[in-house]
């Protein structure tokens, strides 16, 4: 009887633990499709610069942006310029961010996060960078200067 009940044991253990198995799966796919709908806004703001030589509207709006069809943002993704210096911004989730970080490759500088106002890359750290004001802390942070 003893053996029987270990038994049972055993097998409600391993059924909760392979219950979690699709729910990471998910979380990561929900990462990768958050980096990518990142990297798409993000290109498509710096294009848009790219291609208005001049003076930028203090924000781009969404409608301007060469976006592809049938985009539709997954985060409340924003842009402010300063000059010629696109901030490129907004909430993306701790798991999303090392998914996107990591898809862009940890080496571009261009992408990081806001920390107690400052701009901090997960490879060098503190970059001894202020991130705007309007930008929450833990929000996604891109810093592009284009000509």
Known sequence: MRILFVLFMMLAILASVASLIPYQKHDTQHAEAMAENWMTYRNAVVRYAENHPGTLPASIPQASLPLPPGYTALAAWQNQTSGRTLYIYGAAGMDSQAVI?????????????????????????????????????????SMVTVQ
């Open 101 to 141: 970080m990591d898809a862009q490759g940890v080496s571009d500088a261009a992408t990081g996060y806001a920390n107690a106002g400052q701009w901090y890359s997960p490879e060098y750290g503190n970059l001894g960078v202020a991130a705007p004001t309007y930008v929450t802390n833990g929000d996604l942070l």
